[in-house]
C-alpha cells in the first residue's frame, strides 16, 4: 500500500505543485506528470491501481508508465514524503 505521510502543505500553480513538509522544513516542487503521481497517492492505493489510474491522464504504454511511477515513488521515499516505505513492485 503506498500513501503519502501527514503533515504535507500544498500549493498548485500551474502545472507545479508545491509539497512543504512540515517536519523537515524542506519545500519540493513537482512537474505534471509527478503532481499526478503525487496526488493519486494522497489516500492509500495499491501500485496496481496507481498504475491504471495514472494512465487515465496520460495515455502511454502501461510498462513507461510503471517506470515512471516508480521513479517517481522512489523519489518521495528519498524525500521521506511516504507514510510508509510504499511498494515499488507490480
Excluded at 13 to 35: M, P, Q, W
Excluded at 41 to 62: A, H, K, N, R, T
Excluded at 69 to 79: A, C, D, K, V, W
Aim: net charge negative; glycine share 4%; charged share 25%.
Amino acid at each position: 500500500m503506498i500513501q503519502l505521510k501527514e503533515k504535507l502543505l500544498l500549493a498548485e500553480k500551474a502545472e507545479t505543485l508545491y509539497v512543504l513538509d512540515i517536519d523537515s522544513g524542506r519545500v519540493h516542487s513537482f512537474n505534471l506528470t509527478a503532481k499526478v503521481i503525487f496526488q493519486l497517492c494522497m489516500q492509500p492505493i495499491e501500485f496496481d491501481e496507481l498504475v491504471s489510474e495514472f494512465l487515465g491522464y496520460f495515455p502511454i504504454d502501461p510498462a513507461e508508465a510503471a517506470a515512471d511511477i516508480r521513479q517517481i515513488l522512489e523519489l518521495l521515499r528519498q524525500y521521506d514524503l511516504l507514510a510508509e516505505p510504499g511498494r515499488l513492485d507490480g
